[in-house]
């Protein structure tokens, strides 16, 4: 799909096509519709990622809690998104020995307990171990830093998204 074909779109049709970008989270897409016609695939994640950042924190609490453990729960039982599912498979995480799925295991578990939302962050280009290193890190955060950073994450993750979703 090339952005002119987005432009194009209402606003219903504009939301279901990229109402996946941000897990779970179509409002997202469909609060930057009202900005377009965008010039670049940077203004149109910029006016997402301006509505995520806009939202109240309750709000970005819930799209925090939106997003699948790392090897987690929802990854065992193949109830994590498309996306996801790639993007956790293509670092290796369904891979996992038992070792590191027993330590991802127990970073899952510290994590949700420190902050209440699970561990956010773009695999792309890591591995296993850089993926774990990140992890047990960021667990020295306070909450507020580490919630910040877990949106970081989200916008990272979804231009990543738009980019593999739309021709240049």
């Keep these: 799909m090339k952005l002119a074909d987005i432009n194009a779109l209402d606003r219903a049709a504009f ?3 990229l109402g996946s970008i941000v897990e779970h989270s179509p409002w997202i897409v469909d609060a930057a519709w009202k900005k377009r016609p965008f010039s670049d695939v940077d203004a149109l994640h910029a006016a997402m990622m301006s509505a995520l950042r806009g939202a ?6 819930v799209v925090l809690r939106s997003h699948p453990e790392l090897a987690g729960k929802a990854a065992i039982r193949g109830e994590m998104t498309a996306d996801s599912n ?8 369904t891979q996992c020995s038992p070792r590191e799925f027993s330590r991802l295991s127990a970073l899952n578990r510290a994590y949700h307990a420190k902050f209440g939302f699970p561990f956010i ?3 792309k280009g890591l591995d296993r171990a850089s993926i774990i290193e ?3 890190q960021r667990l020295d955060h306070d909450r507020v830093t580490e919630f910040d950073e877990a949106l970081t994450q989200i ?4 231009r990543l998204r738009l980019a593999a979703m739309l021709e240049a």
């Design 56 to 61: 109240p924190v309750e709000t970005q609490l």
């Design 86 to 93: 790639a993007e956790q498979g293509g670092a290796g995480l």
């Design 155 to 158: 916008a990272r993750i979804s």
């Design 134 to 136: 990140r992890f047990a």
């Design 121 to 123: 962050i773009a695999v």
């Design 15 to 17: 939301t279901k096509s």
